[in-house]
């Protein structure tokens, strides 16, 4: 595609409950990274993707929360028995090939944990 | 520990001003250096990517330094217009072992008409 892509746009979701947030890197991008931008916190790094493996998970905040790459494209982010604290704009960015390259960011997903 | 500091974090000026966005960070021994711009709502547009070994990046009205040494970055927007009203994040990688940017907290910027 013309530029990264996330879905939803939008979630709301209860607390406790799981959530699937998907990312389209584009096309022909080896490296992936998620974050997440939340008010009091800014902009955090959570994980990068080269190819299928993630050489960096040091940013995920706790064990709910968990990522896959499949096929070297698409990511999705899991967040397990979500809390009230998860809700934030979750932002996936992808580059070409990775360490010296520009990251492109997709649109984000809004998620509200009530 | 690494962190980037951008200060002000907001900035009003009137259109046609020339001005100065800074960002700071600790441990000078750097990878590279991204600006990005940030629209209300949106995601994050690229600006600049300045590599260690590099001094400056230009485009268009848009020219961002850099000095390691000092640890300072800044970014110059040459004849401001309210189009640029957003934004401006800077955020530096330090390894090149992974992609993990480490982000400033922003200065907002708006020009006015």
């Known amino acids: 595609g013309a530029g990264v892509s996330q879905s939803p746009s939008n979630k709301v979701t209860e607390k406790g409950k799981d959530v699937e947030l998907r990312c389209d890197p584009i096309s022909g991008h080896t490296a992936l990274y998620w974050y997440r931008q939340s008010l009091g916190q800014g902009l955090e790094f959570l994980i990068y993707?080269?190819?299928?493996?993630?050489?960096?998970k040091s940013g995920l905040p706790s064990d709910r929360f968990s990522a896959e790459r499949t096929g070297g494209s698409v990511s999705t982010l899991t967040i397990q028995r979500t809390q009230q604290e998860d809700s934030a704009v979750y932002l996936c960015?992808?580059?070409?090939?990775?360490?010296?390259?520009?990251?492109?960011f997709g649109p984000g997903t809004r998620l509200l944990v009530l | 520990k690494q962190e980037v500091t951008q200060i002000p974090a907001a900035l009003s000026v009137p259109e046609g001003e020339n001005l100065v966005l800074n960002c700071s960070f600790t441990?000078?021994?750097?990878?590279?250096l991204q600006w990005f711009r940030q629209d209300p709502g949106k995601g994050l547009t690229s600006l600049l990517l300045i590599q260690s070994s590099q001094r400056e990046q230009t485009s268009g009205r848009l020219n961002a330094s850099l000095d390691k040494s000092s640890g300072r970055s800044t970014l110059y927007i040459a004849a401001s217009q309210p189009g640029d009203s957003a934004t401006y994040l800077c955020?530096?990688?330090?390894?090149?072992?992974?992609?993990?940017?480490?982000f400033g907290q922003g200065t907002t910027l708006q020009v006015k008409p």
């Open positions: 955020a530096v990688r330090w390894s090149s072992n992974t992609g993990k940017l480490i």
């Open positions: 441990d000078s021994a750097i990878y590279n």
């Open positions: 960015a992808s580059s070409l090939h990775g360490s010296q390259e520009t990251q492109y």
């Open positions: 993707f080269q190819g299928n493996s993630a050489p960096d």
